[in-house]
């Protein structure tokens, strides 16, 4: 007997030290983005690049979601069975996230303080790995949603502003050159 378990120690050891040696995906934030902020919801998109080392694809069994702005919880959610990872290949998936206009009304204190949003976006994305089974690679994400203020929409943006000085100063040239040339 004792033969026999000595056996399995040592089988169990070496399954356990390749597992752990073994290659697995990862994922990293590439970028989140406000996508739509209306009366009953800010919808943020977050683009997430997996990268798969396997020969096969991997199914993504789902991503579960969290985001929090000023230490509270506002949304939390999964998107299940999202698709599946190309073989040996970057794939990029993208994870909308809704926040719901109850939480909005939580968030006035933190708009009111600095005129933006901060967030922190918290993604768990579970996937199934042959031998090891489901394998989450957790991911997190914050950062800030500046607010337009009142004179940005009454006046525009500064790529705006700087566009149309750009296109005066072409039309004041072209004129110069034209009196020039009358001059002449």
Not at 59 to 72: C, D, F, L, Q
Not at 99 to 118: F, Q, T
């Amino acid at each position: 007997m004792d033969l026999v378990d000595k056996a399995k120690n040592y089988v169990s050891e070496k399954v356990a030290e390749k597992v752990a040696n073994m290659e697995k995906p990862e994922a990293t934030i590439e970028d989140v983005d406000v996508k739509k902020i209306s009366f009953d919801s800010i919808s943020y998109h977050a683009k997430v690049s997996v990268t798969n080392p396997y020969k096969v694809p991997i199914p993504i069994m789902e991503i579960a979601y969290v985001v929090k702005s000023a230490g509270r919880i506002v949304a939390t959610g999964t998107i299940p069975d999202p698709g599946s990872l190309k073989a040996k290949s970057t794939t990029l998936v993208d994870v909308p996230a809704k926040v719901p206009h109850s939480a909005i009304v939580s968030l006035v204190m933190d708009i009111a303080a600095d005129w933006d949003i901060d967030y922190t976006l918290e993604l768990g994305l579970i996937i199934d790995l042959p031998v090891i089974g489901n394998f989450t690679i957790p991911l997190s994400y914050s950062g800030e949603y500046k607010l337009p203020t009142l004179s940005d929409l009454w006046r525009g943006d500064d790529e705006e502003e700087k566009d149309e000085k750009d296109e005066k100063d072409k039309k004041e040239e072209k004129v110069k050159k034209l009196e020039e040339k009358e001059i002449k």
